[in-house]
């Protein structure tokens, strides 16, 4: 299976920016849609964005679109998601996760069967 890792958050000020990265290994022959989702404390885990399996379509959840976007490098094996004009509302652990199939069309919890442990962003003034 996909082995992830995600990377890059931290304690910002509301209006700041972070870009998160996710890093592939293990079964990363055949490249699938990639999908961030975040859970905030006492919250269920939550749909962000996805991009499809070769990145030329992005897909994204209302609260986040426009100002984040997701990105892949394929030939480094990573994913992106790069976080603008960032609320206290986006305060979650992020987490990267690899579907099932390839396209846009994935945005489920059951879509995706490889996670990442997930990393912490907490936007505060």
């Known amino acids: 299976q996909v082995d992830l890792v995600e990377s890059g958050g931290g304690l910002v000020q509301p209006g700041a920016r972070l870009r998160l990265s996710c890093a592939a290994s293990g079964r990363t022959f055949s490249p699938r849609a990639m999908g961030w989702f975040r859970q905030a404390p006492g919250k269920e885990r939550e749909f962000v964005g996805v991009?499809?399996?070769?990145?030329?379509?992005?897909r994204y959840a209302d609260s986040v679109k426009g100002r984040f976007t997701i990105s892949r490098d394929n030939t480094k094996n990573t994913v992106y998601l790069q976080m603008n004009n960032l609320k206290p509302e986006d305060t979650a652990v992020y987490y990267c996760a690899a579907a099932t199939g390839t396209s846009t069309n994935n945005d489920k919890l059951s879509d995706f069967r490889s996670w990442g442990q997930g990393t912490q962003v907490t936007v505060s003034s």
């Open positions: 991009i499809n399996y070769s990145g030329l379509f992005t």
